[in-house]
């Protein structure tokens, strides 16, 4: 004799029913009713998504050995519910059974630093493999997603050194670079300094050239009989004088020579001479 039995269907399931050990409905999500004994529930079958993640190690075509993190998002199809539950023991295990054949038949071929460029592409391989496959017993494969890619900590650490390695050239190329463009700017600057200083001597020279001239012709003009030559034994005396002042007032000098005797324009500048001489002594 059966008896009715009441069953609650969680949101986004449904109960398969078998009556005497054979399939015989499906019960939608709320309150299901089972005749027992002849009906039993024979499982629930969940339409939420779920998530495998997938732990493969294998070796790239460098001989680089690493481990990936491949996480599949999967989901029951409606319309295939009974291939779903019928078809397959266990599904995670199928999945990670695929997943294990497409990554280590695409590793292989690719080198370590272009694993890491390939993400998306190993990704997609997965996918479209697993969607083949699946589809046939009942599970669409939403997205598969490398989320880690870990090779040895010796690799790692090496790779960080070669980086290291590369960017510390790139500084030291630019400091050099940086260094050039200071030693060729203050030589440009040097070079503009003793220009401008040139034409500042020049131009101090033609002042004291224009100005001993023009005392000249004012003092030939100014006082009768006296000629050019009478003009220049003055300013050398003149000059003579400061000269003779000068190195006297210097604190490391001892000696001054100051000759005497009358020799004219010559005797002076013989003077100016020996005082130059004391001077550099």
Request: charged content about 25%; hydrophobic content about 40%; overall charge neutral.
């Amino acid at each position: 004799m059966c008896i009715p039995c009441c069953i609650c269907v969680s949101t986004s399931e449904v109960v398969m029913v078998e009556r005497l050990g054979k399939f015989d409905r499906i019960l939608p999500a709320g309150l299901g009713i089972v005749c027992c004994p002849c009906e039993q529930n024979a499982g629930a079958v969940s339409f939420r998504v779920q998530q495998l993640d997938v732990r493969v190690e294998t070796k790239t075509k460098d001989n680089v050995f690493l481990q990936t993190v491949v996480s599949v998002q999967y989901q029951v199809i409606r319309e295939k519910v009974y291939q779903a539950f019928y078809s397959l023991t266990n599904p995670q295990q199928q999945i990670t059974s695929h997943v294990y054949d497409v990554m280590r038949s695409q590793l292989p071929t690719l080198e370590l630093d272009a694993v890491f460029e390939a993400k998306e592409e190993l990704a997609i391989a997965v996918k479209s493999a697993l969607q083949e496959i699946m589809s046939e017993y009942g599970y669409q494969i939403l997205q598969a997603l490398i989320t880690d890619i870990d090779p040895d900590i010796r690799v790692k650490q090496a790779m960080n050194e070669i980086n290291s390695a590369k960017r510390l050239k790139f500084a030291v190329a630019e400091q050099a670079e940086g260094r050039k463009i200071l030693q060729v700017k203050s030589a440009e600057a040097e070079a503009e300094a003793k220009y401008l200083s040139g034409v500042g001597v020049a131009k101090q020279r033609k002042a004291i050239v224009d100005g001993l001239r023009t005392s000249i012709v004012d003092f030939s003009d100014g006082v009768k009989g006296a000629s050019s030559k009478d003009v220049m034994d003055l300013l050398l005396l003149t000059q003579y004088f400061d000269c003779i002042k000068e190195v006297g007032s210097a604190k490391n000098c001892k000696t001054t020579f100051v000759p005497s005797g009358n020799g004219g324009g010559a005797g002076i500048r013989n003077s100016l001479l020996i005082a130059d001489s004391a001077k550099l002594s």
